[in-house]
């Protein structure tokens, strides 16, 4: 089992940037493949992004493609998720979510077995 908290979320006006963080717990952290997942009020979670056991290969919606970039770091336990030119719409709680049992990512949210709190992140206009 692992344990996630992320941080970093916060108030930015459209066209800046942020960067969440996730700390895990658990020493096989490394074997699993981590997603973002955001919801927006009055909607359903949503993937945002993914990337592999090894972190040589990431995976992104649509929306947030060349804008956001995943990124893993093996040895301190860490997940980051830079997000740069944010526009409202980007407005969410950002949840990073851990998949055990799959190492080359997943845009599904059932196969995340573990989660966060969720960050909170505005996007004024």
């Known amino acids: 089992q692992v344990h996630l908290v992320e941080s970093g979320g916060g108030l930015v006006q459209a066209g800046g940037s942020l960067r969440l963080s996730c700390a895990a717990s658990g020493r096989t952290f490394r074997r699993y493949s981590m997603g973002w997942f955001r919801q927006a009020p009055g909607k359903e979670r949503e993937f945002v992004a993914t990337?592999?056991?090894?972190?040589?290969?990431?995976y992104y919606t649509s929306s947030v493609k060349g804008r956001f970039t995943f990124s893993r770091d093996n040895a301190e336990n860490m997940v980051y998720l830079q997000m740069n030119s944010l526009r409202p719409e980007d407005t969410a709680v950002y949840y990073c979510?851990?998949?055990?049992?799959?190492?080359?990512?997943?845009?599904?949210?059932?196969?995340?077995?573990?989660w966060g709190q969720g960050a909170q992140v505005t996007v004024s206009s």
């Open positions: 990337i592999t056991w090894s972190g040589d290969n990431a």
């Open positions: 979510a851990a998949a055990p049992k799959c190492d080359s990512g997943s845009y599904y949210a059932r196969e995340y077995d573990c």
